[in-house]
């Protein structure tokens, strides 16, 4: 094999530390015991900053809305639960499927424009989202959300148990096949063609790639990935309501990705331990607070810059 | 229907106060500050707690929440906000988020979470009618404060060296600074204005907006649609969004209340999506 | 008689009170070696920028093979084979050559849309890359992140990618800028190694290149074409050499 051959191998190649990972969250599933709730909570919200980094750290989109995904992948299957069917699995494509349909319609809105009118349309789409949620409380409880959202055994099988062994099991082994669906699309040609968009619009306009079709199909990915995770939130929790569409969760969404780092796949789920484990110790120790304390890191985390964070001694450095 | 329109403009004039500096900022130092609805709070709070405080009479408080926003803007600009320039969007909108938070925190914690009531002296309370229109004294004072500001505003950008100074920075800010224009003291300068106006703002909201420490994110989208729809390149671009948008608010709540904001939103992405330079900038602007 | 590949039919380009280009009929023909020439500001860059779609014309046409492409997109253009290289590299700064090339040889070969498989399965695009980085010489930095290379090796690759896209019409806009004196000819044997078919329109100002390389000339002054011809008759035009007084002789 040339060498040309070899390093195109292996830029798809499995990194070790991507199987320790992998192995790692296998014995997880054994050594859950009483953090499988919680557990749970960071699967859920690292395929949710999964699907973020997807447009955030490959394509270049700033979105302030991706919540707008989340809670409406949420409602679907809860609304699919309670309605039509309590199978978890069939609600969880359902919901997908649904996700992917607004993603595709609102990623028109995406294509053009600055940062800022983008900025400004994500977290319009979101805002009318939580509007639209809001008024239409016949259908999703409104303020009170959609409750008693009772699910089937996954598989016909397995009873989701209230310690929330089930749950984690079924989330983790979704963002599993969420971060392998992912990994192959960041390695194909699409996924360069992604990051060539990002880097330098006008040169991959030059070597003959369309820009908007690209931008639409990865904002689609993205919101059907970000559906599927509040799909499951819904199921595991047997809950749905505003909170999975209020701005709240599209800054902490961020926040997670920021931490953990954009564009190289795992962000989210680093940042998604971090960022529970930052929380939850914050807000043991000043409950009403904690945001305050985000804030700031937030601003340390700014002005320090994010690629720095990791090496503390460039801090000191000037820029 | 015709109060309804007076009152809408009032609004509208209300918001054109907020956000200018936000506008002339994004314009300017091409920085996104989400965080530009904590300076107005902070105004709203300076009036409230002198008038209930200390007993300050109302209309000496405007000025005095003017200055103090200016005075915390300028001291910002200086050591926070002018390493971020440079900055991609995203972190700056990340950094102005994580003011905001601490903000709201902040002021959570020190002066309490409830809404803050001021009462405003009796010669501006109540209202006359004029030829069917319901005319409120406040809204009224309100439209000639905010007038009275934008034609000041208008006058210092095209007659004064300061303005023209602000206009070739915003044109091309190393072309500036090449021809000798400190750009370093025109960006303190309007960034400090900026938040004093939205610090005023905040203080003449305080009546008809309310005041509590969620209102930074409660408008912050509102200052936001003005700045995106406005353009950032003119003084009236923004002026004109926000004259529309007060009216289609004020109108939205009256005429359809079950539709809420969801109205004034979904115009405003169906504008950006028609004219993603808003509909007054041009394209090439930030 | 060779064919006409290329050709403008009076374009115009008005930006306010700046006419950038005016009213230009060019032809290009098929196997060219044209070289476009003129003072600085005489609106080469732009009708370059015209010819790949990336600037609209105020008012003409421009036509490839005889059908009218002004109203077609940028990256239409290319996939019909009008390429062009950046005066000032514009490169995939996070990727590194191999991967710019594998995605431009993938995106030649219609495959940049596959999502499952990996880059550069497709045996073509290695056998592709192999051969470009070896005759650009950048095999040894083929895994180097491009914003990290030395000037010249990215340069060499702005010119690279080019190649890589199989062009037709080569649009060079003064691809040795930048490029120390001794490596200038190595670039421009690459370029004159290129298939005879591969029609070539240079943008340059070192007139000893442009001399050496050039079958056919065209001046462009103020945004309009103020001489024509052969590469013998322009070197002599007297009016030429007066457009260049102050130019100098060199790059």
Known sequence: MSAVQTSLRANAAWRWWELALGVVALLSLFFAGSHALLLNEIAILALFALSLDLILGFAGIVSLGHAAFFGFGAYVAALFAKHVMPDPLVGLVVAMVASALLGALSSVLVLRGSDLTRLMVTLGVAAVLYELANKLDWLTGGA????????????????????????????????????????????????????????????????????????????????????????????????????????????????????????????????????????DVISAWTPQYWTFWLGLFLLVLMLVGRDRLIRPWTWMKKR | ????????????????????????????????????????????????????????????????????????????????????????????????????????????????????MISVPSYLQGRFDLAAVGIGKYRLFIIVICGLLTLALQMVLSRTRFGSRLRAAVDDPRVAQGLGINVNQVFLMTFAVGSGLAGLGGALGAE?????????????????????????????????????????????KYYAPKLGAFIVYTLMIVILTLRPQGLFGHKGAK | MSSIVLETHSLLKRYGGITPTNDVSLKVETGARHALIGPNGAGKTTLVNLLTGVVEPTSGRISLDGQDITQLAPHHRVRRGIVRTFQINQLFNELTPLQSLALTVSAQLGISRQWWKPLGSDPRVAVACESLLKQFRLDDVMDQKVKLLAYGKRRLLEIATAIASKPRV?????????????????????????????????????????????????????????????????STDPRVKAVYLGEGQHG
């Open chain 1, 144 to 279: 009170d959300g959609l409750q008693g959202v009772a699910m089937g055994p996954l598989l016909g099988r397995f009873e989701f148990d209230l310690y929330g062994r089930t749950a984690y099991a079924y989330s983790l082994v979704v963002l599993v096949l969420g971060v392998f669906i992912a990994r192959r699309v960041v390695h194909s040609p699409f996924g360069y063609s992604l990051k060539a968009l990002r880097d330098n619009r006008l040169r991959a306009t030059s070597i003959g790639m369309s820009v908007n079709a690209r931008l639409a199909a990865v904002y689609t990915l993205a919101a059907a990935l970000a559906g599927v995770a509040g799909a499951l939130l819904a199921q595991t929790s047997g809950f749905a309501s505003l909170d999975g569409l209020d701005f709240h969760r599209s800054a902490d969404v961020m926040l997670v990705l920021v931490i953990g780092g954009t564009g190289y796949l795992y962000g989210g789920i680093f940042g998604a331990i971090a960022f529970k484990l930052l929380h």
């Open chain 2, 1 to 116: 229907m015709l109060t309804l329109l007076f009152d809408g403009i009032a609004y509208g004039m209300l918001l054109f106060v907020l956000a200018v500096g936000l506008a002339v900022t994004m314009g300017l130092m091409n920085f996104i500050n989400l965080a530009h609805g904590a300076f107005a709070m902070a105004g709203g709070y300076v009036t409230v707690l002198l008038m209930n405080r200390l007993g300050v009479p109302f209309l000496a408080t405007l000025p005095l929440a003017f200055v103090f926003t200016a005075l915390v803007g300028a001291l910002l600009e200086r050591t926070l906000y002018r390493p971020m320039y440079s900055r991609p969007h995203l972190d700056q909108v990340l950094f102005s988020l994580g003011l905001v938070f601490m903000a709201v925190t902040a002021v959570d914690y020190f002066i309490g979470s409830q809404q803050q």
């Open chain 2, 208 to 252: 008809v907006l309310g005041l509590d420490p969620t209102f930074p994110l409660k408008f912050m989208v509102y200052f936001l649609i003005v700045v995106s729809v406005g353009g950032t390149t003119t003084i009236t671009g923004p002026l004109l969004a926000a004259l529309m948008l007060g009216i289609a608010d004020v109108m939205g």
């Open chain 3, 170 to 234: 080569l649009l060079l806009d003064e691809p040795v800028a930048g490029v120390p004196e001794g490596e200038r000819q190595e670039i421009f044997d690459t370029i004159n190694a290129l298939p005879p078919e591969v029609s070539i329109l240079l943008i340059e100002h070192d007139m000893d290149l442009v001399f050496n390389f050039a079958r056919t000339v065209s001046v462009l002054v103020n945004g309009a074409v103020f001489a024509e011809g052969d590469v013998a008759s322009i």
